[in-house]
Antibody, heavy 120, light 106 residues
Framework: QVTLKESGPALVKPTQTLTVTCTFSGFSLNTSGMRVSWIRQPPGKALEWLARIDWDDDKLYSTSLKTRLTISKDTSKNQVVLTITNTDPVDTATYYC????????????WGQGTTVTVSS | DIQMTQSPSSLSASVGDRVTITCRASQSITIFLNWYQQKPGKAPKLLIYGASSLQSGVPSRFSGSGSGTDFTLTISSLQPEDFATYYCQQSYSTPTFGQGTRLEIK
């Protein structure tokens, strides 16, 4: 059974760096073709794709946010970490991680999400 | 980035209705189009991948079609559990989502 679970701080002050962690089970990021993405959703708004990391450590970032994002993996811990620098209240959102399926490039299994508020 | 535009933004329908949601890409994405369902307070759920392939476990009343720039998600006979928000997402290039279509009970 594939599961993913996000964790991170509930509150971050503006300009600080936000770090969210995705801990997964049921698959390995050492396996060829495996990928994990991060997606966020501000309250009452649409989904926004943020970043993806591949089994071979290739990375892809949102065009609009790439200067502020860093994605990394720790395969020994089955974790993927996303950092967002220089946070702003507009970064307030629920942050989801999801497994990226090779079929159609869809995100087929999602975590429950972790809610982060950026406020002073 | 490729822009994804869904229509309508919201829709009211009744149980048993046939419903169609449209997604248009700003350039051709061939069939790299996926559909998700999201209920309040829950994570999105994959319904359709590759424009028309039904994800395992998803009821057959859901179907997808289209290629190039124009795509549709159809629910053949609405059930009470289908009232939710639906998103399209392209994976042809750097992924982007549509703005969502909220499906409400009439």
């Amino acid at each position: 059974q594939v599961t993913l679970k996000e964790s991170g701080p509930a509150l971050v002050k503006p300009t600080q760096t936000l770090t969210v962690t995705c801990t997964f089970s049921g698959f390995s990021l050492n396996t060829s073709g495996m990928r994990v993405s991060w997606i966020r959703q501000p309250p009452g708004k649409a989904l926004e794709w943020l970043a993806r990391i591949d089994w071979d450590d290739d990375k892809l970032y949102s065009t609009s946010l790439k200067t502020r994002l860093t994605i990394s993996k720790d395969t020994s811990k089955n974790q993927v970490v996303l950092t967002i620098t220089n946070t702003d209240p507009v970064d307030t959102a629920t942050y989801y991680c999801a497994r990226w399926s090779a079929r159609g490039g869809a995100m087929d299994v999602w975590g429950q999400g972790t809610t982060v508020t950026v406020s002073s | 980035d490729i822009q994804m535009t869904q229509s309508p933004s919201s829709l009211s329908a009744s149980v048993g209705d046939r419903v169609t949601i449209t997604c248009r890409a700003s350039q051709s994405i061939t069939i790299f189009l996926n559909w998700y369902q999201q209920k309040p307070g829950k994570a999105p759920k994959l319904l359709i991948y590759g424009a028309s392939s039904l994800q395992s476990g998803v009821p057959s009343r859901f179907s997808g079609s289209g290629s190039g720039t124009d795509f549709t998600l159809t629910i053949s006979s609405l059930q009470p559990e289908d009232f939710a928000t639906y998103y399209c997402q392209q994976s042809y290039s750097t992924p982007t989502f549509g703005q969502g279509t909220r499906l409400e009970i009439k």
